[in-house]
């Protein structure tokens, strides 16, 4: 299921996630960060832990099956490139091994050199075959449609036996390669990339601290060659990030000192790379910010690093915020904040799935965080967009740079709610520093993100209790209340397949029980199951929800946002209840809908809106029907790739007049 | 016959010059081009991702303008002795998201060549954050002719298309003013003003997919810029309403990113892009077409084809014709009292057209022959071959054309008494090339590429009925029908 997800996100050009913050990507484990900066890119080869998979034993180790290659032009905005080497693709490795660990990729010679430890194959008489490290080749980091691009070679580097390989090019000319095993360890490598040279291995043994060392990141700066690891440096103790220096790529290497701490957090280990971009160093390692109870399950993070004079590295202390600026039009997660006071606290939003991140309690008044470097962008901003959750009506205060202005926060009676505040005067554009604390306030106020944008945010949906009253179709007829069933995971990366003959085939197959004649109640669940190969993307448990547009049309694609489901590739279905006070004859049903649709009627079909469809108010519509008295059940089903799913439905008369002399239950 | 016939058209449509097609000459390859300016005597236009196409004639485009920025969908607009360029460029990530952001920029010369030619900084003038219902790239400018005032619609399928005010004056954001949603469910925009209506421009259809992209253009109308835009039906552009102005035809698909240019009273061209040209490898080129207006509503005309034409006066309904003898067609009248003494159970046979053969004996042996206008009779004399002359240059929409009568080498030509005349050979000279455009009225005006007598190219003087039987070269006029033809497919 996973995997064909992620081939659909391949497909449609790659994921962009959000802002850079710590960790800096949030929708997978990323361990071991070694950045890279090719032709004005940063790229990123973490390693990819994941929860250990049914043929893997070591259900409490380290599980890493595959790379995923990310980049960024500015480390804020980051976009997963896909998986570039997997573990069945290496001809010496295990299949199963996972043991994937930290890899290193250069550019030379107009190729990319991508090095990657792995467990070697299972030999008939010996229990382990030990690790090695491979190599992968590529003319090019991106293929057209997201192709392969990395070769795995056929054999590993001859004569290293270790993990965690890092390629130094030095300024002499010559490549050395460092990795851990029992130590770090290091050799120049031979001009093939692919061997090392006889005779050149060094042991780096006079470093000290009492425990494991390993994963080296060597790099030169300013005539200095610094190598730097991760130390256990009091026996059962946990990792810190250490550096020792010379005035030679091999050595010997005189110790300076500690980069980052132990994590405070009691995660083991930490790992590293350290790189220079548009003028500014920065350290990337890793921290289980996702993974809170079982360290195993890293994310990458980035803080800057500064050098001193004398070419020493002051320590580098671990933030949330991160680096990089923060396009404020853009929900800003306050609760990676730069420094935090007055009782406020983080917390996860469901500790089932962390991935769904935290937000930030202010307990009380006087309760504040900073976040440091946004920017609204836009300088006629005016409003604050914010997800609250408070149980009283309170005042905070919004400061950015000398700019302050008062927010009266409503009370969202305990449910998260997007507001919109709207500022006294416009909010400068450039970059300062946010502030925003809590003036006065009767119960805590829980924020996950705010925004600084020009206009309020849009509320698409209301939801509609069991109790409530029967609607009617609104002035123009158009019907906006429905039973919305949340989307069906369909992946489609384009619209253009939406032939009649697909549709039909497709509309028709069975997704969930009774799909053409359930009249389901609010939050009642259906589990939508793959009939084949051509269908959805595996089990999915989806929930009924009864709702009223607030707009003529029904934006599903909003339904999806609103709910925090898939928003692109999907299948909605919908129900409603025309109920007539007397028999309406000859009217059509007359709708439009993003992208293609199909409607019944009692269970009978009465329209196809094929092809890659707009919402276009009647843009198409059924033949003569007759609405009989009493219920007429409405249904529809749309499916849509990369577009704004939406529809609108009316019903006409045969002069095309709407026809309103109904109501609208969902009985 | 009729089959070979259309197997040699075939062929030449395979193996012709692919220039005389429906696109414009040289290299026209853009996506998303911007409303076409003058500058210096040249047209430029902007694509999306940066650069343009400059054309000194408006017919033979090169790849040489230049817009930094990148972006998507620029627009441009001469303001004073400036012009003032508006674009859209999306946020990070390779994607961009749908975080976009509009910004203008002013340079007082568009040829990278000039001294003059250098962007100020651009500024932002409005943006969307990704995940409001909108996409700030695609801005479309309107400079009020009312009221001075400065509007730009922005926006793609992902949400609406919205309205900003800009000042004329410096290109920024009229302080205080909120953007308004005129329109969903199109992308491209652009806004136009004509006989007290706004109408806001759309592109509709699937973009980006080659020839099976079925990209279009259409439009709505309001009494006011700030909407409701209603189309033909009264469907508002905000519920997807939009009347067709332009879509697939003629070996191209895909029309998208409308600029209208009005040329002289009367004389509007479309700038537009096709997706895709069947004649370049169905790539995405510049597409000039005449814009015409009907009942208040805009559409594209054709592309002028080569072709045998009569050309019908719209004074009087007569035609061009040489000044020769009429001669009269050998055919019995068939019965006598105006055609009721006719036996009903005659057979019934085909008369043929009058042909050359027949007549030219009796034509004039000179250099020289008068034209004059008269009742069309489908005759030798009046049947006009319209053929392209593509490497004598052209103008926006066409290149130049020799207009020949049909299976001689003799041609119309400009003289220096002002005066139109055929001559016996064609020599290629500027006084027997014509510039053809269709009016918006759906008439042409018909220009000679030169006069003798007058330096340089003419851009005023029109074939004209100075009664209803004669013709001189005269300066164009909208408001006359004495500046307007008629071309009918000869038969």
Known sequence: MRNRLTKLLVALALTSTANAQNPIIRNQFTADPTARVFNGRVYLFPSHDIPAPEDYARKDWFCMADYHMFSSNDLVDWTDNGVIVSQEQVPWGNPKGYSMWAPDCIQHNGKYYFYFPDGAKPQEGRRGGGFGIGVAIADNLFGRGGGQLFKVQEKPVAGIGGIDPCVLQASNGKNYIFWGMGGLQGAELGEDMMSIVEGTTVRFNNLPGEGLKEGPFAFEYNGNYYLTYPSVFKNGETEQLDYAMSKNPLGPYEYKGTIMQKHQSGCWTNHHSIIQFKDQWYLFYHHNDYSPKFDKNRSACIDSLFFNADGTIREVKATKRGVGISDARKPVQIDRYSNIGGGASIEYHDTTDYFKGWYTKFPKTGSWVTYNKVDPKSSMAKNVCMKVRTKAAATMKLQLGKYVATLNIPSTNGIWKEINVATATAIPSGVSDLKLSVVKTTAPIEIDWLSLSENPRMVYFNRVQSTAAAAKPDANGFIRRWMLLEPIVKPNRSNTIYTNTYLRSHFYKKYFDNQLSIMPTDGQEVVAKPQDENGIDGEQKLKWHAVESTLFNTKLFRFSSWLEKTEYGVMFWGVTVIDCPQEIKNVRLSAGSNGASMWWLDGKEILLLEGDRRMVQDDGNSGLLTLKKGRNVLRFAVVNGPGMSDLCARFVDENGKPVTNFNITLK | ?491
Request: aromatic fraction near 10%; glycine fraction near 12%.
């Open chain 2, 1 to 491: 016959m009729k089959k070979s016939l259309s197997i040699l058209l075939f062929g030449a449509a395979l193996f012709g010059n692919v220039n005389t097609a429906s696109a414009q000459a040289g290299y026209p390859f853009i996506h998303d081009p911007s409303t076409l300016v003058e500058c210096d005597g040249k047209w430029f236009t902007f694509g999306t991702g940066g650069g343009g196409l400059i054309s000194e004639d408006g017919w033979h485009w090169d790849m040489k303008a230049e817009r930094p920025g990148g972006g998507a969908a620029p627009d441009a607009i001469k303001i004073g002795d400036r012009y003032l360029v508006v674009y859209g460029a999306t946020g990070g990530g390779l994607n961009g998201g749908h975080s976009g952001r509009i910004l203008t920029m002013w340079n007082k010369n568009l040829d990278p060549k000039h001294p003059d030619f250098k962007y100020t900084t651009a500024i932002e003038v409005a943006s969307s954050d990704g995940m409001e219902d909108c996409d700030a790239i695609d801005p479309g400018i309107l400079l009020d002719p009312n009221t001075g005032r400065m509007w730009v619609s922005y926006g793609t399928y992902w949400g609406n298309i919205r309205l900003i005010e800009l000042d004329p004056k410096t290109g920024e954001r009229v302080k205080g003013n909120k953007a308004l949603d005129i329109a969903i469910d199109c992308e491209a925009t652009d806004l136009i003003y004509k006989d007290g209506w706004y109408y806001l421009l759309g592109t509709h259809g699937t973009c980006c997919d080659g020839v099976n992209s079925t990209y279009n253009i259409v439009c709505g109308r309001s009494k006011q810029v700030t909407g409701p835009y209603l189309d033909n039906m009264g469907r508002d552009m905000k519920a997807g309403g939009g009347r067709m102005v332009v879509a697939a035809g003629d070996r191209v698909n895909g029309a998208g990113h409308f600029g209208r240019t009005v040329l002289d009273e009367g004389v509007e061209v479309a700038s537009l892009h096709w997706e895709a040209d069947l004649d370049q490898s169905g790539r995405s080129v510049l597409g000039i077409r005449p814009l015409l207006w009907k009942n208040g509503w805009p559409y594209c005309g054709e592309r002028l084809k080569e072709g045998t034409y009569a050309i019908i006066s719209e004074r009087r309904g007569y035609s061009l014709e040489l000044t020769v003898d009429f001669v009269r067609m050998n055919v019995q009248r068939v019965g006598g009292g105006f055609g009721r003494n006719v036996d009903p159970n005659a057979p019934v046979v085909k008369i043929p057209y009058q042909t050359l053969d027949e007549v030219k004996s009796v034509w004039p042996k000179e250099d020289i022959i008068d034209v004059r206008c008269s009742d069309y009779m489908m005759r030798p004399h009046q049947a006009w071959t319209i053929t392209a002359v593509p490497e004598a240059g052209g103008y926006l929409s066409n290149p130049y054309f020799k207009i020949s009568i049909n299976g001689t080498d003799r041609v119309l030509a400009a003289n220096d008494k002002k005066e139109v005349s055929t001559t016996e050979k064609y020599t290629g000279a500027d006084n027997q090339l014509w510039r053809i455009e269709q009016l918006t009225d759906g008439t042409y005006r018909i220009m000679p590429k030169a006069i003798p007598g007058i330096p340089g190219i003419n851009k005023e003087y029109v074939i004209y009925t100075t009664s209803d039987s004669n013709v001189a070269l005269c300066k164009y006029d909208f408001n006359s029908d004495n500046s307007k033809w008629n071309l009918k497919k000869f038969e």
